[in-house]
């Protein structure tokens, strides 16, 4: 066969191959033929395990191996071929007219099928940034996409969004994200036209990262409004979503959305995605501060996000005491980290935080307080603290932030007696909501559950149906008999 | 120069001079009609070609907006601000950073946008808007002002809030202070009501920034029925809250057991 031919020709004679280029070799024929017959089949799910295979094979990808494969996969002289061996760094003459010798004279030039053209972008895509040419990223996958554009093929769709996903991070790499967005808009068109929905969703995804990462959060909200909404078919995906919702949520103040998308985005993120994890633990401790509750330590402590949550540990600390010099030495100390992580202005709203609770723990503490003292404690460093002191506690008293009265004329505040919350309403609707989420993850995961595909098309033979028949009958006559006695 | 710029030049001189008289109406007719002249230039928004005359067109247009804006300040009219604001927005963004020098009066107008988002009460928008600021422009004082105005809006500090009044940065605040200092007012009324069992009617007075006690009254009468007025003291309505702890959300409960039973009958 011309591929074993190929095989003992190729180690042989490349004296600098190491001995995994032949084995990924291997794997990235393996992966093509694959995506053959999942395009020739029309199987999506065999793409898109071809598409893991390749993850799993990235660093292991070398100039000589993709030139190697690009000669396989293409054939050498044509259109396709010459665009995407241009990308590629011409590390090692000698080893490429030897590949073209050999590959010239195999079995006849292959038509390429368009899933493979794709996939080849994809590897040469892949190979460019994880060697930081992000420049020729920059081309490569420009091309790609103007390439994709003529392709209207669902087993293309795969490694189609796949493609976009690179396209924008090259583009963001080198800070251009804003050139792209045209584009981006252009290309989530054409895939609602074609229903092309995890195409739809990718591309909705960058362009929520595209707005977001240049603040523009009302336009972000503007699309995602407006863009047909439909089951997640990518659970990548669908984390994105909700950490960008979330983060539009927050800046617009609406808390307790915000937090729901963004804890669900910190779970259902995959293990290996720390990155991504410790961004929404960051953001939703934030939002948690500003709803008022004061995350666990756990959270915190969890593995490999120690450092990065330092910050956060000590600004948690600070409100939880509810004290504003500590607060405000915490935000000056690590004020670069908050910057860097865009919660600068979020942190700046937290302020208010900080003063609720401490009036929260005077309130709890005294049962009768001057506001003079109140304002010492609270150490609110502005002009004139007492006459602050009165309007923000009668503030905090009107949200019911806390349960006191104020005594104008002698300058006091007077706490209520707290009743026993066991006698109200409280319990049932915190179990409420509990018990609404169980009951909607037991829905989520029965809708959740996928069967093979084929098999309510198994048409029955007639033995057993025949067989079938007859224990219906059996079972008919029992349950027949089985009344008779009880009478 | 390029006759169309010239006439557009010369009637924003007149538009200039006619605010600079406080003539309102000429100012508005002037107006319309350098706005319709301003949709002949295809350098503008949204197009943004790139003619020869680009830079010079572009500085004319936004000046013009900018003057739009402040007369609508002017004449008090909000709507007009608005529109006017979101027709000056991508000057600033989109423009400035290829071409044109940076606006003496952006950072007042940025300020001022800010505070009308306060005064209505879209603290989102506020808070979006604020995110798209760099930090160099929040360092700017006219800034500063509406951001530091919204934090102890929002802590609850409302004599500071008052008291910022004398401290604005640029006369043109003025009007949009004035709106504030009346939401400021009714807040304070709100929170005096909850936190006071009662207040002496000088207090009361003194608290809600009225200059005597017959304009207090009057604005009992009108805005707060409920409060009473007995022997100098004003009484806050404080009877209603305990009687509906013995209640139970029959309602609410029903509802709530029922959703249950029926999700556990799904469950095979």
Known sequence: MTEDVEMKELPAPSNSATSSSPSTLNHLKEIASLIETGAYAREVRRIVRAVRLTMALRRKLKAQVLCAFLNFALSPGSEPHNRLAAHLPKEDEHEMEFDTATSVSQSPVKHPLPELEIYCYLLVLIYLIDQKKYSEAKACSSASVARLKNLNRRTVDVLASRLYFYYSL????????????????????????????????????????????????????????????????SNQQFCRYLFYLGKIRTIQLEYTDAKESLLQAARKAPVAALGFRVQCNKWAIIVRLLLGEIPERTVFMQKGMENALRPYFELTNAVRIGDLELFKSVAEKFSTTFSSDRTHNLIVRLRHNVIRTGLRNISISYSRISLADVAKKLRLDTANPVADAESIVAKAIRDGAIDATIDHANGWMVSKETGDIYSTNEPQIAFNSRIAFCLNMHNDAVRALRFPPNSHKEKESAEKRRERQQQEQELAKHIAEEDDDEF | MDPKLAEVSQLFERFKAACAREDVDTCCNVLSKLKVLLTGFSSLPPLFEDTPNAIHELTLARDIYEHAVLLSVKIGDQDAFERDFFQLKPYYTDASSSRLPPSSQEYMILGLNLLRLLVQNRIAEFHTELELLSSTALENPCIKHAVELEQSFMEGAYNRVLSAKQTVPCKTYDYFMDLLAKTVRDEIAGCSEKAYGYLSVSDARQMLLFSSDNELLQYIKEEQPEWEIKTGQVIFQKAKESASCKEIPSLQLINQTLSYARELERIV
Do not use: C, M, V, W
């Not at chain 1, 229903?195 to 995602?224: C, F, I, M, P, V």
């Open chain 1, 170 to 233: 090259s583009y963001e790499l080198t800070g251009d994200l804003a050139e792209i967005r045209g584009n981006l808009l252009a290309l989530h068109r054409i895939a609602t036209l074609r229903h092309d929905e995890l195409g739809q969703e990718t591309l909705l995804n960058l362009l929520l990262r595209n707005y977001l990462h240049y603040n523009l959060y009302d336009q972000a909200e503007k699309l995602r409004s407006k863009a047909p909404r439909f089951e997640a078919h």
